[in-house]
């Protein structure tokens, strides 16, 4: 996948911004307060039309403006598409070549970016929340199957949740099969994603960090899968759901850590080993996504080069240089590292590029 040209139009603080992107490498270098980060979420913006820093759309607009665009040329396996998005307070907008998208999910179905971000790195660390959607959105992009039981799961949780609101479980069991029914299926897709990444991590680890621990990831599921030991865990905790108004249990509430070493938790990382863990994890999905199909998401690096020794930063360059992706790398100054043929440099200073 490769975005060519792209414009944004009264997005944060571009009033207009039209660039064509290298199919490869593209540093963005600038101070602090330029744009460099307001350009890493459009990027991401048009491919999963959310964003990585806000929940909200009103602070994605231009101050004072009523909407913003977001276009590009997308490239996917040998297939072009013009992709445009328009955004204001009250919701999202879609187009593909020009005619509008029947729904916002089915656009997004289409387009994948990996993103490294220092935001979304603290949120990562300390939000299970964070970590789930991590899963949720690779394996919804991968496997239609499971979005679809995602979706079908949530419409129970949400039913089963106002059940435990009013105050009469009459109907409760009959909702915890059928949720039991949904969440067999999605533990066992994050289980077999989780078996999946372990076998990339530890090698990416030792190849960014230059050292030998094995890095893996931890599946911590509040059930287990097997519905006669989940039924027992809900009528178990039956009166605790009751008395909190809503559901305990499920994977609404699953969990996933990293390690290093023997059993090392993510708790007593250091700063430094974190960052390059999730590095080592987004890598691992990338791919993990590349080897399906030959796809390759865009790689959106925002900031990435900070808290990171240069022996660290060399060895990620190294590494990106033998992937095929389009990588996207923002940074307040051009790493010393970085002598890679082809690489598109620009300067970004107070919403333009350079």
Request: glycine share 6%; aromatic share 10%; with cysteine.
């Amino acid at each position: 996948m490769v975005i060519r040209e792209f414009g944004a139009i009264q997005f944060r603080n571009y009033r207009e911004l039209f660039v064509t992107f290298a199919e490869r490498i593209n540093l963005f270098v600038g101070d602090n307060g330029q744009g460099k980060t307001n350009l890493a979420e459009a990027l991401y913006f048009l491919c999963h039309l959310t964003s990585f820093r806000s929940h909200r759309l009103e602070p994605l607009l231009h101050f004072g403006e009523a909407s913003a665009w977001i276009q590009g040329t997308v490239v996917k396996q040998e297939s072009e598409q013009k992709a445009r998005v328009e955004i204001t307070r009250r919701g999202r907008r879609a187009w593909l070549d020009e005619a509008p998208v029947s729904t916002l999910s089915a656009y997004a179905a289409l387009f994948y970016a990996i993103l490294f971000n220092p935001d979304s790195l603290y949120s990562y660390r300390h939000y299970p929340a964070s970590r789930r959607n991590e899963v949720d959105r690779f394996l919804s992009f991968v496997d239609p199957d499971y979005l679809d039981a995602l979706r079908k799961y949530r419409v129970i949780l949400t039913q089963k949740n106002e059940l435990l609101k009013s105050g009469n479980p009459s109907s409760l069991p009959e909702w915890n099969q059928l949720l039991l029914e949904r969440a067999s299926d999605i533990i066992k897709r994050r289980a077999a994603l989780q078996e999946r990444l372990n076998a990339q991590l530890p090698a990416l680890f030792a190849h960014l960090a230059g050292r030998e621990e094995a890095l893996q990831l931890v599946y911590e599921p509040s059930l287990c899968g097997e519905p006669e030991a989940d039924a027992a865990t809900l009528a178990r905790v039956r009166e605790h759901e009751l008395a909190a108004g809503h559901a305990l249990h499920g994977p609404h509430r699953d969990d996933f850590q990293l390690t290093l070493g023997k059993q090392r938790k993510e708790t007593y990382f250091s700063q430094g080993e974190y960052r390059v863990s999730l590095l080592a994890l987004k890598l691992a999905l990338n791919a993990l996504l590349s080897e399906r199909d030959g796809f390759r998401p865009v790689i959106v690096l925002d900031d990435v080069f900070s808290e990171l020794d240069s022996g660290v930063q060399a060895r990620l360059l190294d590494y990106l240089q033998g992937i095929d992706n389009q990588i996207f790398i923002t940074a307040t100054q051009s790493p010393t590292a970085i002598q890679i043929p082809g690489v598109q440099f620009m300067e970004i200073r107070d919403g333009r590029i350079n």
